[in-house]
């Protein structure tokens, strides 16, 4: 297969699967950042985390205590659905929402 014949993005809206990225937890800007294939590279994705059936791990959320002066970053993996594509977060630069069904691994980095 060429690669121009790849798909874009391994994301499609009602998928579920197993995502392991980079979480940022930051008082402004938070996101969950993931690598896709792109058309000759891997490239990065933004997206938006939706854990309402679920509870946020405490490392995560002792993390964003500090109000506007939070912000630290987490390796994770996690089991979710792909719920929706668009604009979301800071000035819509989150791509895709993700609803996790299960927090996988959660490990802090730095």
Request: hydrophobic fraction near 40%; glycine fraction near 8%.
């Amino acid at each position: 297969m060429y690669a121009m014949d790849r798909p874009r993005c391994v994301l499609t809206v009602g998928s579920s699967g197993r995502f392991d990225g980079v979480y940022h937890a930051h008082w402004e800007w938070s996101r969950f950042e993931i690598d896709v294939p792109g058309r000759w590279w891997r490239r990065q994705v933004y997206c938006d985390l939706v854990s309402d059936t679920v509870r946020w791990p405490t490392e995560i959320l002792r993390a964003t205590e500090g109000g506007r002066t939070s912000y630290a970053k987490f390796a994770i993996a996690i089991d979710a659905d792909v719920i929706e594509r668009g604009n979301f977060g800071h000035r819509g630069t989150l791509r895709w929402r993700l609803a996790v069904r299960r927090w996988v691994d959660v490990q802090p980095l730095r």
